[in-house]
């Protein structure tokens, strides 16, 4: 996000000359005066954690930050949205997808599913984008995009910054899913709009260059035989030494839209759409094969992108060669050979792993982690985590995760000032930088991945969540008093505490399935214990 990094340090600086007043509601000292206020704790899940209390701190401070970025805008399809945290008048694909995947834990304060809409409906129903009213801030000093009819007058127009952004709306539909249980959401997706088709089939055959009146940018994505050339800013990973100076055929774009079919068949299957699901089944069995013959490196065990030639690795290590895994592209010795990446404290691990880009790549920046040239940033880390969790290597996930986790709360602790941030140093608990300037504070924004889902699903260990079958998989390996409390899917509503001996406490207001440590139990209404 390099580009609309250096634009908000150009539009403080601007503020500062010129008087403008960001005191409008929605702009960003409206939403500072929030960043203390109280939540509801009763709309979120109440974690325990006796061994590290602060950690239980860090995720109430993320709950509160994002709340704070709860936005009404009236005028848009969807409004109250999530925020990314950064511009009021720009919202970006990959940072709304991956703050939903948190909000799903408390859909009743934070609206993460129904932010896509502000996406499925410019890009697919032409709806409008107006914000009704007016703002100062950014009427008057639109630097980052073409000026929109009417902005100077009765409003502005919101604006979808990358329209090539990964696309990652099935795989953000299908966790919200397995929450809520929820299949007229998925008939209406798939069968009613068919969003997620439409996306699927508009990824494949956008034009480098090509505009929209949605978008604030054009597409960098350049669709090949082989696969998507891409760009850092397209792509997320802004200054990435996986773009510097060549146009890589990108291992992500390709498994992102694996990853789509994937989903896409898993949701349609779902419903009963089993030809919809065959055909996108195809699909992910065509992606597959097209992955693990031309992007994997079997004397390196390693996803690569490809140079230009289509036979060349461009043998930069990132967590972003994960999204094969995440798509369910590998076998079980290809897993394995990649975790060894994240085991060595030399490449993708160390006391703080998933660095941006490997530490012994030429371009690792081992102090300010110079944005994506080696800082920690949580959506990738995330993403990276969830692929080894799914595909047999839990135990490595929830370690990782944990010192992910315990780098944000170290610099939460001891950095002032004591928020949480855009990413992180990869060494330091200190925030990163990008060049020279510190980065962006109160990120949550995506950067609340870490305090909530990482806390939740790899540290406490509820590692997934079937609200169709009523079925919770917890794995159970922290000492000390540990769980959730008020832990809500579909239907059910429950507490489920360890004491870190082996015995779990569990209320419950309706019947589920617990697997705990691989072992099914049935849990009724009510109250009741068990012990391993």
Same mark, same amino acid.
């Given at each position: 996000?390099?580009?609309?990094?250096?634009?908000?340090?150009?539009?403080?600086?601007?503020?500062?000359?010129?008087?403008?007043?960001?005191?409008?509601?929605?702009?960003?000292?409206?939403?500072?005066?929030?960043?203390?206020?109280?939540?509801?704790?009763?709309?979120?899940?109440?974690?325990?954690?006796?061994?590290?209390?602060?950690?239980?701190?860090?995720?109430?401070?993320?709950?509160?930050?994002?709340?704070?970025?709860?936005?009404?805008?009236?005028?848009?399809?969807?409004?109250?949205?999530?925020?990314?945290?950064?511009?009021?008048?720009?919202?970006?694909?990959?940072?709304?997808?991956? @703050?939903?995947?948190?909000?799903?834990?408390?859909?009743?304060?934070?609206?993460?599913?129904?932010?896509?809409?502000?996406?499925?409906?410019?890009?697919?129903?032409?709806?409008?984008?107006?914000?009704?009213?007016?703002?100062?801030?950014?009427?008057?000093?639109?630097?980052?995009?073409?000026?929109?009819?009417?902005?100077?007058?009765?409003?502005?127009?919101?604006?979808?910054?990358?329209?090539?952004?990964?696309?990652?709306?099935?795989?953000?539909?299908?966790?919200?899913?397995?929450?809520?249980?929820?299949?007229?959401?998925?008939?209406?997706?798939?069968?009613?709009?068919?969003?997620?088709?439409?996306?699927?089939?508009?990824?494949?055959?956008?034009?480098?260059?090509?505009?929209?009146?949605?978008?604030?940018?054009?597409?960098?994505?350049?669709?090949?035989?082989?696969?998507?050339?891409?760009?850092?800013?397209?792509?997320?990973?802004?200054?990435?030494?996986?773009?510097?100076?060549?146009?890589?055929?990108?291992?992500?774009?390709?498994?992102?839209?694996?990853?789509?079919?994937?989903?896409?068949?898993?949701?349609?299957?779902?419903?009963?759409?089993?030809?919809?699901?065959?055909?996108?089944?195809?699909?992910?069995?065509?992606?597959?094969?097209?992955?693990?013959?031309?992007?994997?490196?079997?004397?390196?065990?390693?996803?690569?992108?490809?140079?230009?030639?289509?036979?060349?690795?461009?043998?930069?290590?990132?967590?972003?060669?994960?999204?094969?895994?995440?798509?369910?592209?590998?076998?079980?010795?290809?897993?394995?050979?990649?975790?060894?990446?994240?085991?060595?404290?030399?490449?993708?691990?160390?006391?703080?792993?998933?660095?941006?880009?490997?530490?012994?790549?030429?371009?690792?920046?081992?102090?300010?982690?110079? !944005?994506?040239?080696?800082?920690?940033?949580?959506?990738?880390?995330?993403?990276?985590?969830?692929?080894?969790?799914?595909?047999?290597?839990?135990?490595?996930?929830?370690?990782?995760?944990?010192?992910?986790?315990?780098?944000?709360?170290?610099?939460?602790?001891?950095?002032?000032?004591?928020?949480?941030?855009?990413?992180?140093?990869?060494?330091?608990?200190?925030?990163?930088?990008?060049?020279?300037?510190?980065?962006?504070?109160?990120?949550?924004?995506?950067?609340?991945?870490?305090?909530?889902?990482?806390?939740?699903?790899?540290?406490?260990?509820?590692?997934?969540?079937?609200?169709?079958?009523?079925?919770?998989?917890?794995?159970?390996?922290?000492?000390?008093?540990?769980?959730?409390?008020?832990?809500?899917?579909?239907?059910?509503?429950?507490?489920? @505490?360890?004491?870190?001996?082996?015995?779990?406490?569990?209320?419950?207001?309706?019947? !589920?399935?617990?697997?705990?440590?691989?072992?099914?139990?049935?849990?009724?209404?009510?109250?009741?214990?068990?012990?391993?």
């Amino acid at each position: 996000m390099m580009k609309r990094h250096n634009c908000g340090i150009l539009l403080i600086a601007l503020f500062a000359l010129t008087g403008v007043a960001l005191g409008e509601p929605g702009t960003n000292e409206a939403r500072v005066s929030r960043f203390g206020s109280k939540i509801d704790r009763s709309q979120f899940p109440q974690p325990i954690f006796d061994r590290e209390p602060g950690y239980v701190d860090l995720y109430w401070r993320a709950c509160e930050l994002a709340s704070a970025h709860v936005l009404s805008q009236p005028g848009l399809p969807q409004s109250p949205y999530m925020d990314e945290a950064f511009w009021d008048d720009t919202i970006w694909i990959w940072d709304t997808c991956f @703050i939903s995947l948190y909000c799903r834990y408390a859909p009743q304060a934070l609206p993460g599913i129904e932010s896509l809409s502000n996406f499925y409906g410019p890009i697919y129903d032409q709806a409008p984008m107006r914000v009704l009213g007016s703002c100062a801030a950014f009427t008057n000093l639109n630097l980052w995009r073409v000026k929109q009819p009417g902005d100077a007058t009765n409003g502005f127009t919101v604006i979808i910054q990358h329209p090539d952004n990964p696309p990652l709306f099935a795989w953000v539909e299908w966790q919200y899913f397995q929450m809520t249980g929820d299949k007229a959401r998925v008939k209406w997706l798939l069968e009613g709009k068919k969003y997620l088709q439409k996306h699927y089939a508009w990824f494949s055959s956008i034009k480098r260059g090509e505009t929209f009146r949605w978008a604030n940018v054009p597409a960098g994505l350049n669709p090949q035989p082989l696969g998507f050339q891409w760009t850092g800013i397209a792509s997320g990973m802004d200054n990435s030494p996986r773009f510097a100076g060549k146009d890589v055929l990108a291992v992500d774009a390709i498994a992102q839209q694996g990853l789509a079919a994937k989903y896409i068949a898993q949701l349609a299957a779902a419903i009963g759409d089993e030809p919809l699901a065959a055909q996108y089944r195809k699909e992910h069995q065509r992606i597959r094969a097209l992955i693990n013959q031309h992007y994997w490196d079997d004397a390196d065990g390693f996803y690569y992108d490809l140079m230009p030639d289509g036979k060349t690795f461009s043998k930069v290590r990132t967590p972003a060669s994960f999204w094969p895994v995440l798509a369910g592209m590998t076998s079980p010795e290809q897993v394995r050979r990649m975790a060894e990446h994240v085991r060595d404290p030399h490449d993708l691990g160390g006391t703080v792993p998933w660095p941006s880009v490997s530490r012994n790549d030429k371009n690792f920046n081992g102090v300010t982690g110079n !944005y994506w040239c080696g800082a920690i940033w949580l959506p990738t880390a995330y993403m990276a985590i969830r692929a080894l969790t799914e595909n047999g290597q839990g135990e490595l996930a929830d370690q990782t995760a944990e010192a992910v986790l315990k780098h944000m709360y170290l610099t939460y602790r001891d950095y002032s000032p004591h928020t949480i941030w855009e990413c992180y140093s990869p060494t330091q608990a200190m925030p990163a930088s990008h060049g020279t300037t510190r980065v962006r504070s109160d990120f949550c924004g995506w950067s609340a991945l870490g305090p909530i889902s990482l806390f939740i699903e790899n540290v406490i260990g509820f590692h997934s969540v079937d609200a169709v079958h009523h079925v919770v998989d917890w794995r159970m390996h922290q000492p000390g008093r540990n769980g959730l409390r008020n832990f809500r899917f579909g239907d059910v509503r429950t507490d489920l @505490i360890a004491d870190g001996h082996g015995h779990v406490q569990v209320i419950s207001n309706r019947p !589920y399935t617990l697997i705990l440590n691989g072992i099914p139990l049935k849990v009724r209404a009510g109250e009741q214990s068990f012990s391993l």
